[in-house]
Nanobody
Framework: VQLVESGGGLVQPGDSLKLSCAAF????????MRWYRQAPGKQREWVAT???????NYVDSVKGRFTISRDNTENTVYLQMDSLKPEDTAVYYC?????????WGQGTQVTVSS
């Protein structure tokens, strides 16, 4: 099993970025997929969830700016990030969950700076 994030980078405040997380070795469509982030010196924080049925939820700080989506034909979950702020700077991780089983990706760095 492997989750592979991509799409991170250095952007300016107000810019957009789209993260991808490709899943290998799992029955992707039944997994609840989540994005987390961890800023330097801070605990890992949940950002967004998308269930296998398509339900979504977001932490308040990203509501209206971030959008989680998934393509079950590509076994990939996305995080569209708009109106980025410096406080969004973090390593972003995806997690796949089914029952008691969790799988994590290795993370992708997002830096928002002028």
């Amino acid at each position: 099993v492997q989750l592979v994030e991509s799409g991170g980078g250095l952007v300016q405040p107000g810019d957009s970025l789209k993260l991808s997380c490709a899943a290998f070795g799992i029955s992707f469509s039944i997994y609840t997929m989540r994005w987390y982030r961890q800023a330097p010196g801070k605990q890992r924080e949940w950002v967004a969830t998308m269930t296998g049925a398509g339900g979504t939820n977001y932490v308040d700080s990203v509501k209206g700016r971030f959008t989680i989506s998934r393509d079950n034909t590509e076994n990939t979950v996305y995080l569209q990030m708009d109106s980025l702020k410096p406080e969004d700077t973090a390593v972003y991780y995806c997690k796949g969950s089914y029952g008691p089983v969790d799988y994590w990706g290795q993370g992708t760095q997002v830096t928002v700076s002028s």
